[in-house]
């Protein structure tokens, strides 16, 4: 049966996993991943660092950049639906290597991204009980994760689905309060009216600020801002119908971020000055000076602090919840292609890879090193741990979109086959690929120009690089793999 033309039904079969993620669970679990702390938390620090304009341009280049990607991931995951995703497509298109090292650094990257989740759910709950030891709230919360993921497909999903839908629905808010705001209609705005917020775009060096290096940071910090997005083509593999589900996700993606990010990087821009301290400031333990509880406080709204610090704390605990899924099922997926051991394969009734589930469980209970160290410490060490590592699943979704439409065009493999095409081929995953490595090398380029290089920033930054490449290459030399000539490619779409 062609996995491009309908479902594979063994994934309906015991021992496998199920197709049960309905539409609107692929819709939020694409809307869910790319928003997060990014824009609750960070947002007001790359206004304050580039300006306004610069901070908007950074949004939308990015925006951009992840729409190619996820256009490209949205072909391939629909035309191959497999939990495995960018990592089975990197062995088959690339080289079973580059597919072996894609598929250890993504389970590696939301293993250890669930710790740094699990530390900021600490530093969250301390708005509210700064008495109670943090560790309790970071067990309770990986129980509760655990206890999701280990339900159901169907179970995370669902859950996965509410989580989403309130940080959508705080956006819109959120939108809607900064417009009245900003026309005049509610209290809070420039006592000039709309001219006098416009004129924050034009106050000091806005609207950019910092010049061209000041761009350069903020990008970073947005590209790890929509991290998450990907996660589409993971839960490809349990999508009741890919061929369609999939690429009507992805088409929501990138008007999602206009919305969702654009709109709201406007409205703090206008309503507060780049110049406002209190925007400098990128602290998930001082809810306060979150640009959202900023807007809230300045329109007369009671509780803001406390309703913004509800809203990060779902956010965190959503990106969490996605981050056991995506890791569980990434380690399935190289389990059930040798990869790993044959052991994390195995699947319960329900469908649900138990043991793969649990190791990533033992990974993520690095969050019980705040009962050592302090929990911001914790937090920055795990944030390091696994920064670079998303971008380099980014970079292999680009090459490895470009090589498979290479391989089409080589074996003259019908394009009208394809349940969807990803536009702009193939400009949108060499552009995707060129920014996504500038913005990958630049992450600590300050540490070059600086007079005493900081060694130690430069290996937490860089760390992941190295590692990937030799991981890659150690597999190569050990399996005695070879890049997949084209004309030898399956592009078939059958598993």
Not at 75 to 89: I, K, N, Q, R, W
């Amino acid at each position: 049966m062609n996995a491009s033309s309908s479902p594979d039904s063994s994934a309906d079969q015991p021992g496998h996993l199920r197709r049960t993620l309905k539409a609107r669970h692929m819709s939020m679990i694409a809307i869910g991943g790319s928003i997060g702390t990014g824009l609750f938390v960070a947002s007001g620090a790359t206004i304050s660092q580039a300006g306004p304009g610069g901070a908007l341009l950074a949004y939308m280049v990015i925006g951009l950049m992840v729409y190619f990607l996820m256009t490209s991931l949205g072909e391939m995951a629909s035309h191959l639906p497999v939990s495995g995703s960018f990592a089975t497509y990197g062995a088959r298109y690339v080289d079973e290597g580059f597919g072996f090292a894609l598929g250890w650094n993504y389970w590696y990257n939301w293993a250890v991204t669930i710790a740094v989740d699990l530390v900021a759910a600490q530093l969250v709950m301390a708005y509210w009980f700064p008495d109670v030891n943090g560790v309790l709230w970071s067990a309770l919360f990986l129980a509760l994760m655990f206890g999701l993921n280990a339900l159901s497909a169907r179970g995370f999903g669902e859950s996965e689905f509410w989580f989403a839908t309130i940080k959508v629905i705080t956006v819109l808010v959120f939108i809607a309060i900064g417009l009245l705001m900003v026309f005049g209609i509610l209290n809070g705005g420039a006592p000039e009216g709309i001219w006098g917020n416009v004129a924050n775009f034009t106050a000091g060096d806005a609207p950019f600020a910092g010049g061209f290096a000041a761009l350069i940071g903020v990008a970073m910090v947005v590209g790890f801002s929509f991290q998450g997005t990907e996660l589409i083509g993971i839960a490809a593999g349990e999508s009741e119908d890919p061929a369609r589900n999939v690429p009507r996700a992805v088409r929501k993606v990138f008007w999602r971020i206009l919305l969702f990010y654009v709109f709201a990087i406007l409205i703090i821009g206008l309503l507060i000055p780049y110049t406002d301290p209190k925007l400098l400031k990128n602290d998930l333990g001082d809810i306060a000076v979150s640009p959202f509880t900023l807007v809230f406080e300045r329109a007369g709204l009671l509780g803001a602090a406390a309703v913004t610090n509800a809203v990060v704390l779902t956010s965190v605990l959503s990106a969490g919840n996605s981050g056991m899924y995506a890791s569980t099922r990434m380690l399935y997926a190289l389990a059930e292609q040798g990869m790993a051991p044959r052991i994390f394969a195995r699947v319960n009734r329900r469908g649900v890879p138990v043991l793969a589930l649990i190791a990533t469980t033992v990974i993520a209970a690095m969050c019980f090193l705040t009962n050592i160290f302090s929990p911001s410490a914790v937090y920055i060490w795990l944030l390091n741990l696994s920064g670079m590592c998303g971008f380099v699943a980014w970079l292999g979704i680009a090459v490895s979109h470009y090589r498979f439409r290479k391989g089409c065009e080589v074996q003259n493999y019908p394009l009208g086959n394809l349940p969807y095409r990803a536009p702009a081929f193939p400009v949108g995953p060499v552009f995707a690929f060129v920014l996504c490595m500038i913005i990958t090398l630049g992450q600590n380029y300050e540490n070059f120009l600086a007079d005493k290089i900081d060694w130690a920033g430069v290996v937490a930054t860089y760390i992941g690089l190295p590692l990937f490449l030799a991981i890659w290459f150690g597999y190569k030399w050990i399996k005695g793999t070879r890049i997949v000539a084209y004309k030898d490619m399956d592009v078939s779409g059958a598993r």
